[in-house]
């Protein structure tokens, strides 16, 4: 596990930066637990894309397509829309559904549930050693 910490710290630079990671501000701990598998998922996919689409390098990068390493997950990123598009979907057109109804009237839904604040103790001074 030691030899890949950089690829871990890499890791978590891009889901953090790029994939939202951090973006989660629910108290709820299952909703943060499901957006932090959500973010893997996604990430995942990338790594799966990897193959699929095709490099998107602006002239001014160095390296040409086809040679050396593999995309990373940021080019795939930015590939991806183009490969999903021309994919297409299975799905049907989405018919218009009309103006919903809205909450009922006299209806206040109850605030959310706040918990106290817990702060740290006051710090104690330690008595000075006795020194022989």
């Known amino acids: 596990m030691y030899l890949w910490r950089f690829a871990i710290e890499h890791l978590f630079r ?9 973006t989660n501000r629910s108290p709820n701990l299952v909703s943060a ?15 799966l894309l990897r193959e699929q689409v095709k490099p ?3 002239a001014w990068y160095p390296r040409k397509p086809g040679q050396g390493s593999p995309l990373t997950p940021a ?4 590939s991806a829309l183009v490969f999903l598009v021309e994919l297409g979907t299975p799905a049907a057109t989405a018919r ?37």
Request: glycine share 8%.
């Open 75 to 78: 080019q795939v990123q930015r």
């Open 96 to 132: 218009p559904a009309g103006k919903g109804t809205g909450r009922p009237k006299n209806y206040h839904p109850a605030p959310r549930l706040r918990y106290a604040v817990i702060f740290k103790g006051k710090k104690v001074p330690k008595s000075p050693a006795a020194s022989p």
């Open 33 to 47: 637990q499901q957006w932090m598998w959500l973010c893997a998922l996604a990430y995942w996919q990338l790594l």
């Open 14 to 22: 891009f889901l953090k930066q790029h994939m939202g990671l951090n």
């Open 56 to 58: 998107d390098r602006p």
